[in-house]
């Protein structure tokens, strides 16, 4: 329970609705409630009084307060059904609101170095499904086990007035159905629970995978393999929910057994109430009609507790990336950022958490403010992860990077990155429009600062084209551009930030000869007075630096 107790102190910011929501469901449940059983007493009454009046005797009878009782009732429960769908969904979709927000900024310290680690489809799953199941959370068992408490109290309370025995009987059965019911269902039930969260979120990581790779499978003739354990998948799915289905089906019918045997036992007591003299003929219909509709209040509980565990495993899978240590720690007091931008490795080496081997090994390397390096080497051989530790993604396993004479560990990380302006291949490109996409970096730029941006990254003919110019969708990561026309796109992003450290990760990769030219030329002016890190496995593009270094197993040495 500890997964959702946490949970359930994200709600605290939403009281004021979720307290709305549960009192207008007792509203609600109370209503009805008092609705059966006043209009049981009331044909009940109705019918003496007219018996009587056959008998020749007179019996005097209030018709007009008990029928206006009943109206404002059923307006009641109308009303207050209506407030309490609209008040709970409100509630709910604020605490998923804010729970998203809340995971989105746990997830901000986890990248890149621990949800690299992750599949795509798992995190979305988690981001998406997974939060939407803590919405039973609220709508399905805490609004529904407090309004069956304070209701059961009530009614049994209330029951006592007539007998006590039958607000005893009752009670104990109205305990058996509200608490040994539910707790022996979510029992039975919690496996096929916990595994149709799992079953899920692994039909979903496939079918992303299907999707993102669907050419690929259509071309390698792979794809009716993939469709067919895709489709496995799902019947296991089928039996599951099935199973669980099933269960609920009972623990309905069980719970509704209870219902009855009650109902039968209180109409059995209340006659010998009645023959005894304890209760009128009104009185018995109001107990029996009463004893009928408290039964509602406990309908759901059985259903509600099955959900318990698809709930709590979904909580826990959230919690789970949540609690994920970030490969950095923030300093306690950080440095303001210096004036200047020297850059300094002195004996670095690393090593990923997963691998044994060092990716970097003994690297040291000093780059004063404005020099420019270019860091050749093949695939594989620590060119980006060196990257990584310039911008503080990992921290190294032995030695320091500094900027500016101080290690970097002392400033704050999202203050550090604004010392840096990335372009590699896989600058990501949203599914907006250009206009957008650009401002990505530079979200208050004017539009001088657009149209210079557009001009040195070579787009301004590209956009004169476009009938509609900077508002153009590019389509989910840039689909509707061209590669070249992509890879501008983040030029000109590059230069709307303006940062004084560059960072150039195979800027160019995948471009044609004559974009590549077109791109390190207005790279090389832009790059002028900044300080560049290039790391590449060509040799185009090296003329824009200084030194040139290469890069072989995680050890550097210069060319």
Request: aromatic fraction near 8%.
């Amino acid at each position: 329970m500890k997964d959702l107790w946490f949970f359930l102190k994200l709600f605290k910011p939403h009281g004021g609705w979720l307290a709305g929501g549960i009192f207008l469901a007792l509203l609600t449940a109370l209503a009805s409630i008092a609705l059966l059983t006043l209009s049981g007493w009331f044909i009940s009454s109705s019918a003496i009084a007219g018996l009587a009046a056959v008998d020749g005797n007179t019996l005097a009878f209030n018709f007009m307060l008990p029928a206006a009782q009943i109206r404002a009732l059923a307006i009641t429960r109308t009303l207050g059904r209506y407030g309490e769908r609209l008040v709970t969904h409100e509630a709910t979709f604020r605490v998923l609101a804010g729970i998203r927000s809340w995971f989105f900024q746990q997830l901000i310290p986890l990248v890149p170095g621990r949800l690299s680690v992750m599949r795509s489809g798992d995190l979305l799953s988690r981001m998406t499904a997974d939060i939407d199941a803590l919405d039973a959370l609220y709508l399905r068992l805490l609004a529904p086990a407090v309004v069956a408490t304070i209701g059961v109290t009530a009614v049994t309370i209330f029951l006592a007035s007539y007998s006590p025995l039958i607000s005893l009987a009752t009670g104990l059965m109205l305990i058996i159905a509200s608490i040994w019911v539910p707790w022996v269902f979510s029992r039975l039930g919690r496996a096929g629970a916990e595994e149709i969260v799992v079953l899920a979120a692994n039909f979903r990581i496939r079918q992303i995978d299907m999707m993102q790779g669907l050419a690929d499978l259509i071309a390698n003739r792979a794809y009716g393999r993939f469709s067919a354990f895709l489709g496995q998948f799902s019947d296991l799915m089928i039996v599951t929910q099935r199973r669980n289905n099933r269960l609920s089906a009972i623990s309905s019918a069980f719970t509704l057994l209870l219902s009855q045997s009650t109902l039968l036992m209180a109409v059995a007591l209340a006659a010998i109430a009645f023959k005894d003299g304890l209760l009128s003929g009104p009185d018995l219909a109001v107990v029996v009609f009463c004893v009928i509709a408290v039964f509602e209040l406990v309908t759901p509980l059985p259903q509600a507790m099955q959900m318990l565990a698809k709930t709590q495993k979904a909580a826990r899978r959230i919690r789970q990336v949540t609690e994920m240590p970030p490969t950095i720690t923030a300093p306690i007091q950080p440095l303001a950022l210096p004036g200047r931008y020297d850059l300094q490795l002195n004996d670095v080496s690393f090593c990923y958490p997963a691998q044994q081997d060092r990716v970097l090994k003994n690297i040291s390397l000093t780059l004063p403010q404005g020099g420019k390096v270019a860091i050749v080497g093949p695939s594989g051989s620590g060119k980006t992860t060196l990257l990584h530790l310039l911008m503080r993604y990992y921290d190294p396993e032995q030695g320091s990077v500094l900027l500016a004479g101080q290690n970097i560990r002392r400033y704050d990380a999202d203050e550090l990155m604004s010392c840096f302006g990335v372009l590699s291949q896989r600058s990501q490109l949203f599914a907006a429009t250009i206009k957008e996409n650009l401002l990505i970096a530079k979200p208050d730029a004017s539009a001088t600062e657009l149209n210079a941006a557009i001009k040195a990254a070579g787009l301004e003919n590209f956009i004169g084209y476009l009938p509609e110019g900077l508002d153009t969708w590019v389509g989910e990561s840039g689909v509707k551009v061209s590669g070249g026309e992509a890879r501008r796109i983040a030029l000109a992003r590059l230069y709307l930030r303006n940062a004084p450290v560059l960072i150039l990760d195979e800027p160019t990769e995948g471009l044609d000869s004559d974009t590549e030219r077109d791109v390190f030329a207005a790279l090389a002016d832009f790059a002028r007075d900044k300080t560049v890190i290039m790391v590449t496995h060509r040799e185009a593009g090296l003329g824009l630096v200084d030194v040139v270094y290469g890069m072989e197993r995680g050890v550097l040495r210069e060319m």
